[in-house]
């Protein structure tokens, strides 16, 4: 049996030394756990394209979507996702919550006591490892 593939995506918005996460609503496969916002590629979109829609699902915001600065390959459910980490910018940053129960910034040393979903929790420690906080 041939195991299917998606492209996955995380924004990472860092300001002042501290970066966004949110925690997912009960409910679903990362229920109650922290995240870097984004979300699963539909066929033909760019990274920055998921990441815009993804992030005016979510935030109900607009970003600018940077640099990728972070893949990684992870297998749930018998699919093989690409997760794609760019770096993004919130020109104004006044979210509305449609999936999550909060939105904080945060510094390194909070970041690494966060539950995360597994796939988020290599985007923190590579945040950290590579000083980006």
Do not use: C
């Not at 049996?1 to 496969?29: P, W």
């Not at 916002?37 to 033909?44: F, H, I, L, T, V």
């Not at 993804?54 to 018998?78: A, H, P, Q, R, S």
Request: proline residues 3%.
């Amino acid at each position: 049996m041939e195991r299917s593939e998606r492209v996955t995506t995380a924004g990472i918005y860092i300001k002042d030394g501290r970066v966004l996460v949110a925690k997912r609503l009960g409910g679903g496969s990362i229920s109650e756990k922290w995240e870097f916002p984004g979300g699963k590629n539909r066929w033909g979109e760019s990274v920055a394209d998921t990441l815009v829609r993804e992030y005016l699902e979510e935030l109900g915001v607009d970003i600018i979507v940077k640099d990728v600065v972070f893949t990684y390959e992870f297998e749930n459910k018998g699919t093989l996702y690409h997760l794609k980490a760019a770096l993004i910018d919130i020109p104004r940053p006044d979210f509305t919550l449609h999936f999550h129960s909060e939105a904080l910034m945060v510094g390194r040393e909070r970041l690494l006591t966060l539950d995360f979903a597994p796939s988020d929790r290599q985007i923190a420690s590579y945040l950290v490892e590579n000083n980006f906080l």
